[in-house]
């Protein structure tokens, strides 16, 4: 990334009609060729190869998809916790090999952090290894932990859960009736705790019913589909709360 980017802008530099856009073009390019834009751009990289599966399963629309992207978000999560607790000296060794190949200076660990975006080279209160370390790795990683619990809280796992349990793909191979209860207690105005009883018995004759008996709501490829042959062949009036 860091050798695209300097080709990018040495592109620039030699295209440049004026030396004003050379000097700007110069500019740049020194300003990447830091320690800390390597550090950055290597940090990033290994967070994306981690997230990029999780990101893929997610952007996909079919029912049968969200139950492998739940076991995907638990994986990049596990991944994304064992960088932070191993993944610093590696980094930190890889971002100093990266610099040492292409003449970036290497910052001493042990001395103050003085921040060159700001006026006069701002020194801050700690040393340049509690900067990358804490204030760049691990808040970064934080974060995108904290996304993922953001965008998928207990609640939402249910719900995922349920929605891909429901699902007719593969003969109902991912039917469960304990998270499907799960995500009907989700809509309390829907199911007190007398209907919950109920929904359960009437998953379980469901169930039996359209995998050994009538297979006609079998392998259909969305939860719409599903739906309305339901109720193409009178399974609404038998079971009216799966449906």
């Not at 994986?75 to 994304?80: D, I, P, Q, R, S």
């Not at 006069?120 to 900067?131: A, P, Q, W």
Request: contains cysteine; aromatic residues 12%; neutral net charge.
């Amino acid at each position: 990334m860091c050798r695209c980017l300097n080709q990018e802008l040495g592109l620039v530099k030699a295209d440049a009609r004026t030396l004003d856009e050379r000097a700007k073009a110069l500019g740049y390019l020194r300003s990447c060729q830091t320690f800390e834009v390597a550090f950055m751009l290597h940090l990033m990289k290994d967070i994306l190869r981690i997230t990029y599966d999780q990101n893929i399963s997610g952007s996909r629309k079919k029912e049968q998809d969200i139950a492998n992207s739940m076991i995907l978000l638990e994986v990049a999560e596990n991944k994304l916790q064992t960088l932070r607790v191993d993944g610093w000296d590696p980094l930190k060794d890889k971002v100093s090999t990266f610099c040492i190949k292409h003449d970036i200076l290497i910052p001493n660990f042990d001395e103050p952090y003085a921040n060159f975006g700001r006026p006069r080279r701002k020194v801050v209160g700690h040393i340049t290894l509690y900067h990358y370390r804490v204030d760049v790795f691990y808040k970064i990683i934080d974060w995108q932990l904290q996304k993922f619990n953001d965008c998928f809280n207990e609640g939402t796992n249910y719900l995922f859960n349920g929605v891909a349990c429901l699902n007719s793909f593969d003969s109902f191979s991912k039917f469960n009736i304990r998270k499907i209860v799960k995500m009907a207690k989700l809509y309390l105005d829907d199911f007190d705790e007398f209907s919950l009883g109920v929904l359960e018995n009437q998953l379980i004759n469901y169930i039996i019913d359209v995998c050994d008996f009538d297979k006609r709501s079998s392998n259909l490829g969305r939860l719409g589909e599903l739906s309305i042959k339901l109720v193409e062949i009178k399974k609404n009036i038998t079971y009216p709360l799966v449906l």
